[in-house]
């Protein structure tokens, strides 16, 4: 039990940074994170404190994630909308608008993240077809690209648009 506390401690940390330092120069990021961690973090250690803004700062480097993190991109931005007869209500940790594309990101702290889309919950499945459909409605000139990060990994893994058609035609219908 106590790794599994740990595990989604270290997850909502990692949430919490990458809610914080996307509007940070990046220079200033890691010293802000440990800045961060001190005063909310009690108890974690250095070298799991360290761990954190290491996996952090992977994440805000990584090309596949960079739109997401871009200037002008926004953490949890709540989403409301109709999919034929359904409401769909949620919120989405992560989501940019280009001029071409909507980038949407949302964080899972599981033990042993799956490494590509067709091993990803059902569920997790459901909720990124849900919010997809919400988006496309919202921006329907735009692509609507669906990321989950496995902060365990950190592992970023983007759901082809066939996955979450094939899944929200199953949801919606």
């Known amino acids: 039990m106590a790794g599994d506390v740990e595990r989604f401690r270290r997850g909502r940390l990692i949430h919490r940074l990458l809610e914080l330092l996307p509007d940070v120069p990046i220079d200033e990021r890691a010293g802000l994170a440990g800045e961060i961690l001190e005063r909310e973090a009690t108890g974690v250690g250095d070298a799991a404190a360290r761990d954190i803004v290491d996996a952090t700062l992977q994440v805000l480097s990584s090309p596949e994630a960079s739109v997401a993190f871009m200037a002008g ?48 919950a059902p ?46 035609n199953t949801q919606f219908a």
């Open 123 to 168: 569920a997790y499945r459901r909720q990124m077809a849900a919010y997809r459909a919400v988006l496309k409605n919202i921006y329907p000139d735009k692509s609507v690209i669906c990321y989950i990060l496995w902060t365990a990994g950190p592992s970023l893994v983007r759901l082809s648009d066939g996955l979450l058609e094939e899944t929200q």
């Open 73 to 120: 991109s926004r953490a949890e931005v709540p989403i409301v909308g109709r999919i034929g007869r359904h409401i769909v209500a949620g919120q989405v940790d992560r989501l940019a608008v280009t001029d071409d594309e909507v980038v949407i990101i949302d964080y899972k702290s599981n033990r042993s993240p799956p490494v590509d889309e067709a091993n990803i």
